[in-house]
């Protein structure tokens, strides 16, 4: 029988490369891990000459504001982070928060050892654009020092001739402001850890002193409870606390300043789910039931141990929803198509390297067991 003929595919290298820079830093807390340490960077910082703080602080500001935005917002955050380690009834001077705030302030190259695996959809913005022309974003994976990982963003245009425009790369690089999702439903909690191999009769135990919605505070509290009192083996109680803590801390919505560029936005690890890194993001553009085009990227945390797959919400790339906890299945790299049909959505998660299956569901975040 003879051979269907097939259209040959034509590839043609473009001559646009992507290139990592180390110039390009974010600042991170620097927290020691002697908390005497903190203590006592504290007291002396308090102990300062009120001339020589403010000349001390003049110079920080003099030597970093060329390399990040808003240092005085930096500083506050990382002050918040030591809180607790300040002196009581005593009222500080503002150069003393932000002299505290800056010595637990550190500096991390994102894109200083690597730059790769991108993924490329529409950008929300297609105004003023010549004919056949589209605006892109592209998002890539972004690996420091340490080989902990960061998704990064580009943006450009893809002309009616095929050619890519990039736009210039800030020089700035900001994270985002963290707030945390505190609200848990318990039978999803339970399945998620059962999908992580963690659940055991003492998370059963736990979980079931516990309501069907509940508070990252009242989960802390049994687990309290238990330490205090234990009914399990102490190596045993100990692992599962941490395994409930770290699914616990992966619910979060990152926000970025939506009048800054998007080269300046990286989504570095904020939870412990996240602690060696963001091993990657494919961004799928989705249309809901309105018609709205949200950008859902199935990302995969690793703390260096466990990687653990989860689901971003994406609102126009300046607010990312990370819902782990309520997405209740799939552990591979799922890729939803861009719409539904009829009630369902088809996702394409791969089970192996040369096997890739179809599946479909009522949505990719919460949804039940797909088919």
């Known amino acids: 029988m003879k051979a269907k003929h097939r259209l040959k595919l034509k590839v043609t290298r473009k001559p646009n490369k992507i290139i990592g820079d180390i110039s390009r830093v974010i600042t991170r807390p620097h927290l020691p891990d002697d908390s005497h340490r903190i203590s006592r960077i504290i007291g002396r910082i308090m102990d300062l000459p009120d001339a020589f703080a403010n000349d001390l602080m003049a110079k920080i500001l003099k030597d970093f504001s060329g390399r990040h935005e808003d240092l005085h917002h930096v500083f506050e955050k990382h002050l918040d982070r030591v809180r607790d380690f300040l002196p009581e009834h005593v009222l500080l001077k503002d150069v003393q928060k932000e002299l505290i705030g800056a010595y637990f302030t550190k500096e991390y190259a994102i894109e200083s050892a690597a730059l790769f695996n991108p993924s490329i959809v529409l950008h929300p913005d297609q105004t003023h654009l010549e004919k056949g022309s589209l605006r892109f974003v592209m998002s890539l994976r972004a690996t420091g020092e340490g080989h902990i990982s960061s998704i990064v963003f580009r943006s450009g245009i893809l002309d009616r001739h095929n050619t890519f425009r990039f736009d210039p790369v800030s020089e700035f690089v900001e994270t985002p402001d963290l707030k945390q999702d505190s609200v848990y439903n318990r039978s999803v909690f ?10 055991n009769e003492i998370s059963t ?3 079931g002193r516990l309501p069907e919605e509940f508070l990252f505070k009242e989960l802390i509290e049994q687990i309290r409870i238990l330490n205090a009192n234990p009914q399990f083996s102490p190596a045993k109680q100990k692992t599962t606390f941490g395994f409930m803590t770290w699914l616990a801390d992966s619910n979060y919505e990152v926000d970025f300043h939506s009048d800054h560029r998007i080269s300046e936005r990286v989504i570095f690890p904020v939870s ?6 963001i091993e ?3 961004f799928v553009q989705f249309f809901d039931d309105n018609q709205e085009a949200p950008i859902t990227p199935p990302i995969r945390f690793y703390n260096g141990v466990t990687i653990l797959p989860s689901v971003d919400r994406n609102k126009g790339f300046h607010s990312f929803q990370n819902s782990d906890t309520q997405r209740q299945w799939s552990r591979t790299r799922v890729r939803p198509f861009p719409r539904k049909i009829k009630v369902n959505m ?3 998660p791969p089970v192996e390297a040369k096997t890739t299956i179809s599946c479909f569901q009522t949505t990719c975040i919460s949804g039940r067991s797909p088919k």
């Open 190 to 199: 339970q399945r998620k850890l059962d999908e992580m191999k963690a659940n």
């Open 205 to 207: 135990y736990i979980l």
């Open 272 to 277: 412990r789910n996240e602690s060696r890194g």
């Open 280 to 282: 990657d993001a494919r």
């Open 346 to 348: 088809p996702c394409f």
